[in-house]
T-cell receptor, first 112, second 114 residues
């Protein structure tokens, strides 16, 4: 089946630190990969996406590269801000449809 | 683009009661999705519509749950004879047709069953 695995536990880091959130996936065919973000009190928002192997999605200083060989789509940001505090979800859609399968999410807390 | 709107934002109900939620998608989107999210988990797919046709339902969607999209615009999700295990955030999303079209989510309806 199609599934997404995110690293366990919340992530707490200081402002301007480097952020990495790991995401690996299992899917048949060639899925599209996404990162969604949920800010406190708000709905899920698309952060970035990649639709084929070696594509890099980027937005708001965040980046993730679609790695087919390692079935991964890790999210990175070089210098986080307090405003980046949110829950981040990795997700995929199987080839041929756009029904999302989500990981469990990671709470990111950035301390001033 | 006013985004996806959901109503109500919060619903508290007693076990055994019926509840109905409404979702208004982005107007030009022909696909509409319902997801359920419990605390500490990612959203789980429930069902989706293309226009007025319900094309897929998850095994999570028991026979107490029914969703409709009668005119291909807004949708309703009804839960009959609610149980405490139904307590969750119910999310609606919409998208254009196409494998890479991103989903746009509403802020959700939080259901608490007492």
């Amino acid at each position: 089946g199609n599934s997404v695995t995110q690293m366990e536990g919340p992530v707490t880091l200081s402002e301007e630190a480097f952020l990495t959130i790991n995401c690996t996936y299992t899917a048949t065919g060639y899925p599209s990969l996404f990162w969604y973000v949920q800010y406190p009190g708000e709905g899920l928002q698309l952060l970035l996406k990649a639709t084929k192997a070696d594509d890099k999605g980027s937005n708001k200083g965040f980046e993730a590269t679609y790695r087919k060989e390692t079935t991964s789509f890790h999210l990175e940001k070089g210098s986080v801000q307090v405003s980046d505090s949110a829950v981040y979800f990795c997700a995929l859609t199987p080839y041929g449809n756009n029904r999302l399968a989500f990981g469990k999410g990671n709470q990111v807390v950035v301390i001033p | 683009d006013t985004g996806v709107s959901q109503d109500p934002r919060h619903k508290i109900t007693k076990r055994g009661q019926n509840v109905t939620f409404r979702c208004d998608p982005i107007s030009e989107h022909n696909r509409l999705y319902w997801y359920r999210q419990t605390l500490g988990q990612g959203p789980e797919f429930l069902t989706y519509f293309q226009n007025e046709a319900q094309l897929e339902k998850s095994r999570l969607l028991s026979n107490r749950f029914s969703a409709e999209r009668p005119k291909g615009s807004f949708s309703t999700l009804e839960i009959q004879r609610t149980e405490q295990g139904d307590s969750a955030m119910y999310l609606c999303a919409s998208s254009l047709e196409g494998a890479n079209s991103p989903l746009h989510f509403g802020n959700g309806t939080r259901l608490t069953v007492t």
